[in-house]
Structure formats: structure tokens, C-alpha cells
């Protein structure tokens, strides 16, 4: 019996010894995404990380090779000296230092479940530190799939139908395949923020959008053998856009495409009114000063009608804005896309904007609705002259007929903006790719009505 427990226990070691040495010698890191993280970050001199299972500290060269194993459910990432970084128990113990040119890399002990929790929030995978101008660079180094896991319910919500989901976690891996050198000169792939694709991490998933990753695992989408940027946003109005028209380079799967399934949907249409102050202090912010805005005037539109390029014109010149650079400047949750209209009203001039009013009728003495445009006074000749809607007015007195000068106040100015459509209108519309999915439509189908020419393949697992 004893001989027997012997012998097992020395299976037990060989198995772990085993695992832990293919566990290390099978994991590249061209298999890993880098996302640097800004979101959960509260200081850039002390970082404070958790894990349930405590912390195992490897080095990389050719492959992941075990360094140090720390039995502490937390510790602190610090600046220490020379350059390095130091981690720290919770009693300012000095546990490990390292420098940026050891490519040290931190992940749970729990080798199936590596996750780790990084001040408030959690995250899958590794953690690598860099010390970047006298404080702390975090990036997360995450399988593709789990990197996806954290994005597509960032980016899409849980509940919209499975079918727009899997368009989504698609969509998703293109671009995060297509952007990969993005920040590489920074020494990451991608970040966590709306400049890349927002990324939750471990404490965002869900049930469905995982499910969505998993069951698309390895799909991307290509034309002619190439994968494609899968640009997206969240409701196009009713038209997409080409890509040209945004950011000035044409791309022949990113082209315009009616798209009715988006009418209907959350920011169909939207309104805003900005004065001439909020316009003034947004020009001031890109160092542009024209003065006090007298008109905003459209003087290009693109086939989808929107705006491709805007001139503002004010008291001491005018400025144009192009294409992206409308929202990037104005604002782009006031302006929401680039598909609107421009009406300018006066502050003080209650009639500007007002086609109806209600007038005595001198037969039947009673009110009566008619368009300003047409209403007309009477001088004491009988004589007919139409109303005034500019800045003077004529009313009728005892004197006759007389003119009334308003003096408009400039600074007074406000500019009603009427929209259709939330972000950049290029490539799928999320809540059109919803409408698809709830009248039947497969995420392929989906793909292929906003992406012209692709096809869709597995490779990447």
C-alpha cells in the first residue's frame, strides 16, 4: 500500500512537472494581442494588482520561460531606482524588480484560469509594466479570443439578437487583426479606448457575446484574399458612407449602401442647437479665430447627403472644416454625423423659423392661420404691401405705414442642427446589423450587405 502511494505521488509530480513545462514552452507571443490599458488606471506610479491563486513571473525570449512564483494574493507595482520597477507585498517588502529590456510578464499561478485584477477591474491572461517617463505603462497581453471577449459587449449590447452578435465578434477580430501595428512604435498593439476598439476586459463579458466569439472562432472576412479593416458604427442613418468621404482614401468593400434595416433605430434623428459661442470657444480649442459666427453653410455634400465639407464664416473671416474633421472640431457627441442640415435662428427675432401666424380677420372678426409669407398690410391708400421677415418689420399705425428697425445682436446667433445617424457611417451599421438579425437575416448575410465583395473563411484559432 505504501509502496503504491509512493508511486502516485510520483505520477502527480511528473503530470504537474509536465504540464507546467508545456504550458511555458507552448505559449508565443505572437499568439497574444498587447493592449495598452488607460481605462482602470488611477495612478501611473503605484499599481495594484490581485489574484486569488497568487502570481507567477515569467521572462520571454523564443518562449515563456517561469522566472519566480509569488505566493501573495496582492501586490504593488512602484517605480523604484535605477530605472527599474519594483513589486511589493502589501507591507512595502521588496518581492521582485525588473527593467524594461527583461520582458518580464505577470500572470496568475492558476495556469487554466489566468486571471488577474487590476485595481478595480479584472483581466484575463498577462500583465507586462513598462516604465515610460517616470511612470507606469500597463498593458494587457491576452489571447485573441479573450481580447474579444472584453470588446464585443464594449461595443455592441448582449441583447441584440445572436446573429448580430456573431457579425459583431467578426467584424471585431478583423479589425483587431487588420490594426495590430497600430501603436506598435509604442511598444503596443492596440489600446483600450473608442481610438481602437473598446475594451472592458474579464468584467464585462457575457453569456451571449462570448457564446457569439466562440461560435465564430477563427472567421474573418476577406477580399480578394486579403482581410479587410471592418470598420462599423452604430447607426448610419439610413446610408452608409464611402470611405473617401471620412477619411479621404478609397477602399472597394467600404462603399455606400442604402440601408433602410438602420431607419427607425435610436438616433435616427437628432437635433441640437449650438450658439455662437459654442461654436466660437470649439474653433478657439484648434486655434482658430474668425470672430463672432454669423452662418454656418454647407458647401459640399457627398451622394449619401452628408456633409463633406463646411464653411463658418464670422465677423473677422471664415474657416472650413473637411470631412471627419466636422465632428473631431464641433463634437462628436453633439454632432452625432456628418448627414445634417443648417438652419440659423436669430435670439431676439421671435419670427425667424415661423411660416404660420394668426391675424384678425377684418370680415369675420375673428383669428384666422395664415403663412407669413403671404400676409400683406394696407397703407392708408389701400395699397398692399407684403410684411418684412428680415431684420425690420412695417406695422400699421396712425401714421401709416411705418418701419421698425431691430437691431440684431450677432453674438445672439444660434444654429439648429438636424441629424440622422450616430458615428462615422462607414462599413456596418450596428443597429441595422440588429434589424437584419430580428427579420432572419445570418451574420453572413449581414457581413456581406455592408461589406461589398468579401467572403468569409476560417483561419485565425
Avoid at 462599423?232 to 468621404?245: A, D, I, K, L, Q
Avoid at 462607414?426 to 434589424?435: F, N, P
Wanted: hydrophobic share 35%; aromatic share 10%.
Amino acid at each position: 500500500m505504501k509502496k503504491n502511494m509512493i508511486f502516485l505521488i510520483m505520477i502527480v509530480v511528473i503530470i504537474n512537472l509536465t504540464y507546467t513545462y508545456s504550458f511555458a514552452e507552448n505559449m508565443y507571443l505572437e499568439n497574444f494581442i498587447k493592449v495598452k490599458l488607460q481605462k482602470p488606471i488611477k495612478s501611473t506610479n503605484t499599481i495594484n494588482l490581485q489574484s486569488e491563486y497568487g502570481f507567477t513571473i515569467y521572462s520571454y525570449d523564443t518562449y515563456f520561460t517561469e522566472l519566480d512564483k509569488l505566493q501573495e494574493q496582492e501586490i504593488i507595482i512602484t517605480l523604484g531606482e535605477n530605472d527599474l520597477l519594483d513589486i511589493k507585498d502589501k507591507n512595502n517588502n521588496t518581492l521582485y524588480s525588473f527593467g524594461n529590456s527583461d520582458n518580464i510578464y505577470i500572470s496568475s499561478t492558476d495556469y487554466n484560469n489566468s486571471v488577474l485584477k487590476i485595481e478595480e477591474d479584472k483581466y484575463r491572461d498577462f500583465f507586462m509594466f513598462n516604465r515610460v517617463a517616470n511612470g507606469i505603462e500597463v498593458i494587457n497581453c491576452v489571447s485573441l479570443n479573450h481580447y474579444l471577449y472584453g470588446v464585443v459587449p464594449m461595443e455592441m449590447p448582449s441583447s441584440f439578437p445572436m446573429e448580430a452578435l456573431k457579425a459583431q465578434a467578426i467584424a471585431a477580430r478583423n479589425f483587431a487583426l487588420s490594426n495590430m501595428n497600430k501603436h506598435i512604435l509604442s511598444g503596443y498593439n492596440l489600446c483600450d479606448s473608442t481610438d481602437c476598439q473598446v475594451y472592458g476586459g474579464y468584467d464585462r463579458e457575457t453569456d451571449n457575446t462570448n457564446r457569439a466569439v466562440d461560435e465564430t472562432i477563427g472567421i474573418v472576412i476577406k477580399y480578394n484574399g486579403e482581410i479587410i479593416n471592418a470598420t462599423y458604427h452604430s447607426n448610419s442613418g439610413g446610408y452608409t458612407e464611402n470611405s473617401e468621404n471620412v477619411w479621404g482614401g478609397s477602399v472597394p468593400y467600404l462603399k455606400a449602401v442604402n440601408d433602410e434595416f438602420s431607419n427607425e433605430a435610436p438616433n435616427t434623428d437628432w437635433q441640437i442647437v449650438l450658439s455662437n459661442g459654442d461654436i466660437k470657444t470649439k474653433l478657439m480649442k484648434i486655434g482658430v479665430n474668425i470672430g463672432e459666427i454669423s452662418s454656418i453653410v454647407p458647401v459640399n455634400k457627398t451622394e449619401s447627403g452628408r456633409v463633406d465639407s463646411l464653411k463658418i464664416i464670422g465677423t473677422n473671416g471664415e474657416h472650413i472644416l473637411e470631412k471627419n474633421k466636422i465632428r473631431q472640431v464641433l463634437g462628436y457627441s453633439d454632432i452625432k454625423s456628418n448627414l445634417f442640415n443648417i438652419e440659423a435662428i436669430n435670439g431676439n427675432n421671435s419670427f425667424d423659423g415661423v411660416e404660420d401666424v394668426y391675424v384678425i380677420d377684418g370680415k369675420l372678426g375673428k383669428p384666422i392661420k395664415v403663412n407669413i409669407k403671404d400676409l400683406h398690410v394696407i397703407n392708408d391708400e389701400e395699397k398692399r404691401i407684403q410684411s418684412s421677415r428680415g431684420s425690420n418689420s412695417r406695422v400699421l399705425t396712425n401714421n401709416g405705414i411705418e418701419e421698425i428697425k431691430h437691431e440684431v445682436n450677432i453674438t445672439d446667433k444660434q444654429f439648429v442642427i438636424k441629424g440622422k445617424g450616430f458615428g462615422h457611417g462607414v462599413g456596418m451599421s450596428q443597429w441595422g446589423a440588429r434589424k437584419m438579425a430580428e427579420l432572419g437575416y445570418s451574420y453572413e448575410e449581414i457581413l456581406k450587405h455592408y461589406y461589398n465583395g468579401v467572403e468569409l473563411t476560417t483561419e485565425y484559432r
